[in-house]
T-cell receptor, first 113, second 114 residues
Framework: GENVEQHPSTLSVQEGDSAVIKCTYSDSASNYFPWYKQELGKRPQLIIDIRSNVGEKKDQRIAVTLNKTAKHFSLHITETQPEDSAVYFC????????????FGAGTRLFVKA | DTAVSQTPKYLVTQMGNDKSIKCEQN?????MYWYKQDSKKFLKIMFS???????INETVPNRFSPKSPDKAHLNLHINSLELGDSAVYFC?????????????FGEGSRLTVL
């Protein structure tokens, strides 16, 4: 069945450093790859997404890359700040008619001031 | 204005009881979902509804019965609660099928079964 693997499960960085989170997916029909940020006690919220016809997308300090051949996608956060501390989820959803988004297990990011 | 709202925010109940969670979205979306987030933060899809019709049932026990009276509402009723049902349940909505764009989540309902 569909599966999304996410690594690492925990990531600790110093303020100002970069953070990278990696995911792989199994369903070759997946064509939409969102990333969600969940702060403690809050709801998951979309921070960036990428579609399968695009290899890279950037929004200020956040960038995502997608390698469809290898079924890998990654989140890059540069110049990390303490407020970036949260759980980050990668996800994948499949092509036409698909009604479910499969989430990775999450990465708990700690940014130390 | 809250886009996706769910009630109650907290439920504490005994094993064997029945409980319901309500969800409403005012975004005009066609598709609504229930997700379960366990203590390890894993987000697992339970149900997807599109225009009031059940599209996805992810091998959820039939003690869980979703109901969508209209496309703006998706409620979840749970019978004979078990300890393993303790989790945060998130309602979500999207414009169309999951691959078309963002999921908008409610604030979550934390269910504790004693």
């Amino acid at each position: 069945g569909e599966n999304v693997e996410q690594h690492p499960s925990t990531l600790s960085v110093q303020e100002g450093d970069s953070a990278v989170i990696k995911c792989t997916y199994s369903d070759s029909a997946s064509n939409y790859f969102p990333w969600y940020k969940q702060e403690l006690g809050k709801r998951p919220q979309l921070i960036i997404d990428i579609r399968s016809n695009v290899g890279e997308k950037k929004d200020q300090r956040i960038a995502v890359t997608l390698n469809k051949t290898a079924k890998h996608f990654s989140l890059h956060i540069t110049e990390t700040q303490p407020e970036d501390s949260a759980v980050y989820f990668c996800a994948a959803s499949r092509g036409a008619g698909g009604f479910k988004t499969i989430f990775g297990a999450g990465t708990r990011l700690f940014v130390k001031a | 204005d809250t886009a996706v709202s769910q009630t109650p925010k907290y439920l504490v109940t005994q094993m064997g009881n029945d409980k319901s969670i309500k969800c409403e979205q005012n975004l005009g979306h066609d598709t609504m979902y229930w997700y379960k987030q366990d203590s390890k933060k894993f987000l697992k899809i339970m149900f997807s509804y599109n225009n009031k019709e059940l599209i996805i049932n992810e091998t959820v026990p039939n003690r869980f019965s979703p109901k969508s009276p209209d496309k703006a509402h998706l409620n979840l009723h749970i019978n004979s609660l078990e300890l393993g049902d303790s989790a945060v349940y998130f309602c979500a909505s999207s414009q169309g099928p999951a691959n078309t764009g963002e999921l908008f989540f409610g604030e979550g309902s934390r269910l504790t079964v004693l």
